[in-house]
Structure formats: C-alpha cells, structure tokens
C-alpha cells in the first residue's frame, strides 16, 4: 500500500513570497491533515478534510494561509505572504475515516529568508 | 495547563533496559490514545494506538491507558539503540471539536 505522498521536500524562499505544498493521502481515506511542526514541538493542526469538505480550520491564519482538496482526494497548501515564522515542517496525514489512526507523510521542510 | 504533557527529556537508558515514556492530557473525555515515534528529520510514524483502560501489547511495545488517572504511557522492553527517537504522545480530545492533539514528545537515547 502506497503511502502519503508529499512534495517538495525541501523549498527555500524569501518572506513575503509565496509557496505550494502538495498532498496526495493513502487510497481510499476520507480524512486529510495539514500539520505545521516546528522544531522542538509536536505537530501543530492546521486543516483538516473530510472528503472535500473542511471540518476544521481553527488554527489555520487565514490572512496568509489558504488549503483546498478539490475532488477529495490531493489537497494543495498555499502560503502567501510567507513570514519568517512560517519556517518549519509542513505535514500531511490521512486517515480512513475521522477518529482512526492517522498516517504521514515525509513532509515538507521551509525555510524562509 | 497544556493538553497534552510530556516530559521532554532526554530519557537515556542502557541497550536492554526498559524505557518508560509517560504522558498525562486534561481532557478527561478523551477516548483515542496513540504513541508517534519521530527520528530526527523524519516524520512521525504510528508504532502504537489504544482506546480502552489496560495494557495493550504489540511485541516489544506496550501501551498502557488509565483514565481515571488521565494517563498513558508506552514500554519499551528489550530497547535497542534504534529505538532512539523522539516518542509523540497523541490524544483525541472528547470535547469540542474532536481532533488530534500532539504533545511535545520525550526525547529516549538508548545507549549500547
């Protein structure tokens, strides 16, 4: 079974630029996770899917931060501005369904300049 | 009062010793428990999950989840210097909105 893939692995930018982030779940999940983590704390959640529906957005700064999964199956983070905060891992995971044990993938490490 | 709360670490014990990792989280309604190991630069991999009061076993891991207490905690036996990671702490909480929350993890060296 093929697992979460994400990419790019790495991306380097300048602050007030903007990035994507690409997410493709385990086959067959209904349930997507955008995570941030930074570097000494556990992962932080973003958004969180259910199919191509938004269940939760609380911590989601939405004057900057932005997330779709159209279809219901690959979901895109953008970020736009980025600021010198937003360095850190972005994390994807996807589970069968809400409440069942959640899988990641590799996620992406950015840096921002 | 954090969510959920682990001691950081670094929690060091010999090849083939036992390592303990603890976690404690405030939502006593809570109902899903899962332990993440993370090597560094890596991201968290799923080694153990557990919904009802007990031990749950899985070779050379054991989840154990005590309600009443607020508490789960993971065993290690027979630790080997590959088990050195970082050990995440996850909860459902059971009130409000019903997501994931992490705790900041144990760092576990396992020295040969």
């Known amino acids: 079974e093929a697992g979460v893939a994400q990419s790019p692995r790495y991306k380097i930018i300048e602050k007030r630029q903007s990035v994507a982030f690409w997410c493709n779940p385990i086959s067959g999940h209904a349930t997507l996770y955008w995570y941030q983590q930074i570097l000494g704390q556990g992962p932080k959640l973003l958004i969180q899917f259910q199919n191509n529906g938004v269940v939760d957005d609380s911590q989601l700064p939405k004057d900057r931060f932005s997330a779709e999964r159209l279809k219901g199956v690959d979901s895109t983070l953008k970020i736009q501005p980025a600021k010198l905060e937003d360095s850190a891992v972005y994390l994807c995971?996807?589970?069968?369904?809400?409440?069942?044990?959640?899988?990641f993938g590799d996620g992406t490490r950015l840096s921002i300049l | 009062q954090k969510e959920v709360e682990q001691n950081s670490g670094p929690l060091s014990v010999p090849e083939g010793a036992i390592a303990s990792l603890n976690c404690t989280y405030s939502?006593?309604?809570?109902?899903?428990f899962f332990w993440y190991r993370q090597y560094s630069g890596k991201s968290p991999e799923l080694i153990m999950f557990i919904y009802s009061n007990g031990d749950k076993e899985d070779g050379r891991f054991t989840a154990q989840l005590n309600k009443a207490s607020q508490y789960v905690s993971l065993l290690i036996r027979d630790s080997q210097p590959s088990d050195s990671a970082t050990y995440l702490c996850?909860?459902?909480?059971?009130?409000?909105?019903?997501?994931?929350?992490f705790g900041t993890g144990t760092r576990l060296l396992v020295s040969p």
């Open positions: 939502d006593r309604g809570s109902q899903s």
């Open positions: 996850a909860v459902i909480r059971g009130t409000g909105f019903q997501k994931l929350v």
């Open positions: 995971a996807s589970s069968l369904d809400r409440n069942q044990p959640q899988h």
